[in-house]
C-alpha cells in the first residue's frame, strides 16, 4: 500500500512559478514510476510528466516540454514537479501517481496509487 499526498499548489501569476511535492508513505515507493497528471475543471484528467523509478527517464506532455520538470528523491520517497512559465491554462487540479507495471505513461489505468490532488491557480 502507497499513500501519496501532494503539496505546494496555491495562486501564482502568469510568469511565475511554483514547486509541487508529492510525499509517498510505503517501502517500496524506488520500485514505482512516478507521474503528475491535471485536471481543469470541465476538463478531463491529462497527462503532464512522468518519470522511471531510477530517475533516469523523464516524459512530459508536449504542453509543458520546456517549462515543467519531473524529479524524485528516492531516498525522501518524493517526488517533485517544478513548474516555470506558468500560464492561466495550467490552472488545474494536480495529482501525483504511481505505477508498478506501465501501460502508457498516459494510460491513468495504468497507476495503482492516487494522490488527493493539489490546486494550482494561474491568474493573468
Known amino acids: 500500500q502507497v499513500q501519496l499526498v501532494e503539496s505546494g499548489g496555491g495562486l501564482v501569476q502568469a510568469g511565475g512559478s511554483l514547486r509541487l511535492s508529492c510525499a509517498a508513505s510505503?517501502?517500496?515507493?524506488?520500485?514505482?514510476?512516478m507521474a503528475w497528471f491535471r485536471q481543469a475543471p470541465g476538463k478531463e484528467r491529462e497527462f503532464v510528466a512522468g518519470i522511471n523509478w531510477s530517475g533516469r527517464s523523464t516524459y512530459y506532455a508536449d504542453s509543458v516540454k520546456g517549462r515543467f520538470t519531473i524529479s524524485r528523491d528516492n531516498a525522501k520517497t518524493t517526488v517533485y514537479l517544478q513548474m516555470n512559465s506558468l500560464k492561466p491554462e495550467d490552472t488545474a487540479v494536480y495529482y501525483c501517481?504511481?505505477?508498478?507495471?506501465?501501460?502508457?505513461?498516459?494510460?491513468?489505468?495504468?497507476?495503482?496509487?492516487w494522490g488527493q490532488g493539489t490546486q494550482v491557480t494561474v491568474s493573468s
Open positions: 501517481a504511481a505505477a508498478m507495471a506501465l501501460r502508457g505513461w498516459d494510460n491513468g489505468a495504468s497507476y495503482d496509487y
Open positions: 510505503g517501502r517500496t515507493f524506488s520500485s514505482y514510476a
